[in-house]
């Protein structure tokens, strides 16, 4: 790896001098020290993060013996691997906290690291009760109706969602103004961000 860094600070070194020419040979070599002892770039600091579980399949959580199906049949090879199986345990739990029969108006709260899938915490629900709607009220699904409406504080998390490939969010669970309201649960690996 410390041979990377010293290729990498020696490209950087190359490139400011072809880029800013200089004359002066005195100046020059003034540069070239600089740019090659720790003026410029320095070695690199390295952060650790944790690894994020998943010990749980989708056919092992508590969830209805359909939804479980659909989940991982989703995960599954055949389908495209759409899904991860097994989810992160804060994953795996969101589900379950959703999908409880008593969940009705059950705010949920994930805090967790950056790249540890937040946005599959609240996306697996809904799809979860997407799902759920269709197979137990077929009739009612049918109907066209706004199920589900996510709302985001910036568009940076748009386009987050979005490159997470899930099956169409165009249907959406029912109930959704209980999500805004009533109890919460907190899950959290630890790493808070922020608890709304």
Known sequence: MLKEIDRMREA???YI???????NASVVDLRRQLLTEDGIAQ???????PTYVGERKFSSLALSPKVRELLTTLASKEAGRVLFNPPY???AQALELAMADDAGG???VVTTGTGSGKTESFLLPIMARLADEALQRPNHFANRAVRALLLY???ALVAVTFDIPLPTLSR????TDKAIRGRRQLISTGHPLSIG
């Open 43 to 49: 070695v690199p600091y390295i952060e650790s993060t």
């Open 12 to 14: 950087l070194a190359s």
């Open 172 to 175: 959406t669970p029912p109930n």
């Open 17 to 23: 001098e072809a880029t800013y020419h200089l004359s």
């Open 153 to 155: 504080p910036m568009n």
């Open 106 to 108: 059950t705010g949920i």
């Open 89 to 91: 345990e804060h994953q």
